[in-house]
């Protein structure tokens, strides 16, 4: 239960200071300067009054130290008028460049996917504090003409002297639904950033999916990866278990010719996570950040009080992108480490204990032991368990809200790291191979949370460390 607006508020993940978080948008660092935005839905309204979906926006010198900023445009003007939805950040002619749609819904009677929705691709110029005067670039008009009003969430870079940008996209199939639309993915072109033109657009050999959300291009250690959120995916025992997805395609051949697009990976298992976006640190890190939610989810969030007084949603740590035998891994940044503190060595049949539920996990298992089974127990509210090659996630009732589990089939387990933070696990198998991330709601005992993770493991070295508050959600906690 709900006792007051700190319940269940996270220590280390950024979170929405109240209302509603989705997307991770416009992630990027301009001089030293890290910059998170999202998409967000204050609870006060905007300055027309409205409470359409906008911007939310983080900065800070480092990954930890992270301030909340407020909101950098409002969805004022006619080309935003129904939401300034999500978009990405380039980093050219010494400013910040932020592309998003600018989703405009017309009066009249309109089912919104065939007719009486403009998606605006705009662009707004900032020097990281002040944002400058919108400018809209493409139009409904400017998609081709198959493609229903659905296109959405461009994500820009630079190669060479010339800008791309890709953008999500339903496209009509021959009886104008949900089984027979395909999404797909528009690349564009231009030599300056603000006149695109139509390049061309890429879909799989077989429809995956009725629209394609979010997508991001990117190479990484020689391989081009193109990262998207299909809905429509027929659910599978061990894939595709939320009601949409969030997966990534390796890209053979080049952008200016032929492509193809195979093996779609999830980037996670959980109930809670989707949208992620990637980009390119200072320091060369190919860094990326998953919306910890899910969008239509038959599932729910306590957090979430009734008439615009709680708050939803958070985004995961920032993970570091690596390639190992042609997949992408995903781990939390090494600056995450620096909140740890009171490092324990757990028995392989221990517990540990946290005060604020905020804790981080390491658990190597011993060679020959990595077929065995093994369970995690979260408080009564979460169990990680492994049996017969299949890891499977499940959620008391009290503490789910709605989700039950998830199953992985993963034919050995040789590393673990768990991160617990309140309400939240994220849980990074096997150095990133697999990530499993979900919201979970355990009840208070008192004001604490002390939440007891229980570790059965046959034979495993677990190190525990407690985690310090961040700077940033002190404020808001
Ligand atoms: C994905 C999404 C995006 C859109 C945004 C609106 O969660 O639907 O496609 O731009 O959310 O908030």
């Known amino acids: 239960m709900l006792k007051d607006r700190k319940g269940w508020r996270l220590q280390y993940h950024l979170m929405p200071p109240d209302g509603w978080l989705n997307d991770p948008n416009g992630l990027c660092q301009f001089h030293g300067m890290y910059h998170v935005f999202f998409q967000y839905s204050p609870n006060t309204p905007g300055p027309d009054g409205r409470t359409a979906r906008t911007w939310g926006h983080y900065a800070g010198r480092d990954l930890l130290h992270l301030q909340f900023k407020g909101v950098p445009f409002w969805p004022v003007d006619t080309i935003d008028h129904d939401g300034c939805y999500s978009g990405s950040a380039l980093i050219d002619q010494d400013l910040i460049k932020l592309y998003y749609t600018g989703n405009v819904k017309e009066p009249g009677d309109h089912d919104y996917t065939y007719s009486g929705r403009q998606a605006n691709e705009i662009l707004v110029e900032s020097d990281g504090t002040s944002f400058g005067k919108k400018k809209c670039l493409l139009r409904n008009a400017d998609y081709p003409a198959d493609c229903t009003c659905h296109v959405r969430d461009p994500k820009v870079w630079k190669d060479g002297k010339l800008y791309y940008m890709v953008l999500g996209a339903r496209v009509e199939g021959r009886e104008k639904n949900a089984d027979s639309d395909f999404g797909e993915v528009l690349f564009y072109e231009s030599s300056d950033g603000l006149h695109w033109h139509f390049l061309k657009s890429l879909t799989t050999e077989e429809r995956f999916g009725y629209m394609w959300e979010c997508p991001d291009y990117f190479h990484l250690e020689e391989k081009t990866f193109l990262s998207l959120c299909p809905q429509g995916l027929p659910s599978e025992e061990y894939r595709y278990q939320n009601i949409y997805q969030a997966g990534y395609f390796t890209v053979d051949g080049e952008l200016g010719a032929r492509q193809s697009l195979s093996d779609f990976h999830e980037w996670d298992y959980g109930f809670d996570f989707y ?47 690596t390639v190992s035998e042609g997949c992408i891994c995903q781990n939390p940044v090494e600056e995450l480490k620096a909140l740890r503190y009171d490092e324990t060595p757990v028995m392989p049949h221990g517990t540990m204990v946290l005060p604020d539920g905020a804790g981080d996990f390491e658990v190597s298992f011993l060679e020959g032991t990595e077929d065995a089974d093994w369970d995690i127990s979260f408080g009564d509210a979460a169990e990680l368990s492994y049996r017969d090659g299949v890891l499977q996630l499940s959620l008391d009732p009290s503490a789910g809200y709605g989700r039950d589990s998830r199953r992985i089939r ?14 939240i696990l994220e849980i990074y198998i096997n150095d990133g191979a697999y990530v499993i991330t979900s919201r979970f709601y355990p009840e208070y005992i008192g004001d604490q949370q002390n939440l007891a993770v229980r570790f059965n493991c046959a034979m495993a070295a677990i190190s525990g460390w407690k985690m310090h508050t961040m700077e940033t959600n002190r404020e808001y906690i």
């Open 275 to 321: 949208a992620p976006q990637s980009f390119l640190d200072e320091s060369g890190r190919r860094l990326l950040i998953g919306w910890v939610g899910m969008p239509d989810a038959p599932y729910t969030n306590p957090t979430a009080l009734p008439k615009g007084k709680g708050w939803e949603n958070c985004l995961t740590v920032p993970r570091k992108l």
């Open 410 to 423: 993963i034919p050995h387990i040789e590393f673990l790291r768990v991160l617990v933070d309140s309400s």
